[in-house]
């Protein structure tokens, strides 16, 4: 029996190299895992924003008004009810766009989220307009949750986990 060339040896154990690499990339320990389970019929995109701002109420955001006017406002101008599009946090340290799909789960890694800060989600149709917007403090995996409540209203949970796979 004929041994394989060194050309062929070496080769193999390079193809095998990339596949245990390629293999464990996706669990790796400097992701975190973002899990949005929307039980809606629509399909909405969530916007998840990280900021060094500690409280809810010093957050502002930059919002286009119904007249196309570009603002500023802050998260309590956002909870009334107004009707704002293409909602964007102000001075936002990062950011990931999560599309979610109608009654299903939408998943998304993201490496080198900083555990320390606040992970805001901006809630909004394909069209831009604001449904709804959710703070929350997590040291690693997030999951968010659209439901609609008795009254018809759009409601989210979210909770912390060491993981959500």
């Known amino acids: ?7 062929v040896a070496v080769t193999c154990i390079i193809t095998g190299l990339v596949l245990v690499a390629g293999c464990s ?12 389970e929307n039980e809606h019929e629509s399909a909405y995109q969530v916007t998840a924003f990280q900021s060094a701002q500690g409280s809810q109420d010093g957050l502002k955001f930059d919002v286009t008004t119904e007249d196309g006017e570009r603002r500023i406002v802050g998260f309590d101008e956002l909870q009334d009810g107004a ?10 340290e990062r950011s990931v766009r999560v599309p ?3 009654d299903d789960n939408s998943t998304q890694f993201v490496d080198d989220w900083n ?9 909004e149709t394909y069209e831009n307009e604001l449904v709804d917007i959710h703070v929350v403090e997590c040291t ?15 409601t989210t949970s979210s909770r912390c986990a060491k993981s959500v796979h």
């Open 1 to 7: 029996m004929r041994l394989p060339s060194h050309r």
């Open 25 to 36: 990339t996706p669990f790796s320990d400097d992701e975190t895992q973002i899990l949005i």
């Open 83 to 92: 009707n704002y599009t293409n909602v964007t946090l102000s001075g936002a």
């Open 100 to 102: 979610t799909i109608a």
């Open 115 to 123: 555990e320390s800060q606040t992970t805001i989600y901006v809630v």
């Open 140 to 154: 690693r995996d997030m999951a968010l949750t659209f439901t609609t409540a008795s009254d018809g209203s759009f």
